[in-house]
């Protein structure tokens, strides 16, 4: 997922603008939708630290399981980070997430993305796994949206192994704190 969404973002960066900001954010709904469809059988698809910890603390998912799968999470996005540096070294940020605003305003809004993507998850999701034929389309269609119109302002993380790896790669720090702490909470 990291690969295919931060790596739509760095070939536009690096093709000045080729691929464009509908192309990633329909980059980044599109692979959510396939990963979704892909493992949600197998580990649920969880992908993103902040839904797990929002899975475990609405009780449809064990606490225990959590930090498995937030260093899988992590490791995942840092290998996808990696190889996008080493693919792309004219990048100068690897689809890294970097505030367009302040950073508390970035915080409420990447809050508020992802309380909405929580809310939708958590509504077509069966316990703590993405299954049934519907939940792909919808969260991947949510990511979609909100990459659409909220990425020129924050990049739309909503996911905090997503931004940890690619900004620790290219090294792009500024405001990397919000990009943990607002998605937990707003899931």
């Known amino acids: 997922m990291v690969f295919c969404g931060t790596g739509a973002m760095t070939i536009n960066e690096i093709t000045n603008g080729q691929v464009t900001h509908v192309g990633v954010a329909i980059t980044w709904g599109l692979i959510v939708m396939a990963m979704i469809y ?3 059988e197998i580990s649920g698809a969880h992908f993103n630290p902040a839904v797990s910890i929002a899975f475990a603390y609405a009780k449809k998912f064990s606490w225990k399981e959590v930090p498995k799968y937030m260093i899988a999470q992590i490791l995942g996005a840092f ?10 070294p004219a990048s100068e940020n690897l689809g890294a997430t970097i505030p367009a605003v ?3 305003r970035a915080f409420v809004l990447e809050l508020l993305l992802t309380f909405f993507l929580m809310l939708v998850i958590i509504n077509v999701s069966t316990g703590s796994k993405e299954m ?6 919808a969260i991947g269609s949510v990511v979609l949206l909100e990459a659409m119109f909220a990425g020129p302002i924050t990049n739309a993380s909503m996911n905090p192994a997503r931004s940890l ?4 790669v ?7 704190w919000l990009y943990i702490i607002a998605p937990i909470l707003g899931a």
Do not use: E, Q, T, Y
Not at 79 to 88: D, H, M, P, R, Y
Not at 165 to 168: D, K, M, S
């Open 132 to 137: 049934g034929v519907i939940a792909g389309i």
């Open 102 to 104: 302040d950073v508390w």
């Open 79 to 88: 290998a996808a980070s990696l190889i996008l540096w080493f693919l792309f």
């Open 170 to 176: 290219s090294g792009n720090l500024h405001g990397l």
């Open 38 to 40: 892909a493992f949600g």
């Open 165 to 168: 790896a690619p900004n620790i």
